[in-house]
């Protein structure tokens, strides 16, 4: 299930959900009971890591792959 970022209007507070994309827009109250919140949007970054270089094509290139280019 995805997490989701809310925003309360009354106290500033931020806070998450855990919950199914279906309950996505349905109104989230804030930890202090607070019922004026905004959905924030939210960003995916992926990371990673790797091992080498990036992998080298072999052979030609260019429009044709090398065959017909001179």
Same mark, same amino acid.
């Given at each position: 299930?995805?997490?989701y *970022?809310?925003?309360c209007?009354?106290?500033a507070?931020?806070?998450?959900?855990?919950r199914?994309m279906?309950?996505?827009?349905?109104?989230?109250?804030?930890p202090?009971?607070h019922q004026?919140?905004v959905?924030?949007?939210?960003?995916? *970054?992926?990371?990673g890591?790797a091992?080498?270089?990036a992998?080298?094509?072999?052979?030609?290139?260019? @429009?044709?792959?090398?065959g @017909?280019?001179?």
């Amino acid at each position: 299930m995805p997490t989701y *970022a809310y925003r309360c209007r009354e106290c500033a507070g931020t806070f998450e959900l855990l919950r199914p994309m279906s309950e996505s827009g349905a109104p989230a109250p804030c930890p202090e009971g607070h019922q004026d919140t905004v959905k924030l949007l939210t960003t995916v *970054a992926l990371t990673g890591s790797a091992s080498g270089p990036a992998p080298v094509s072999a052979g030609g290139g260019g @429009c044709c792959g090398g065959g @017909c280019c001179s």
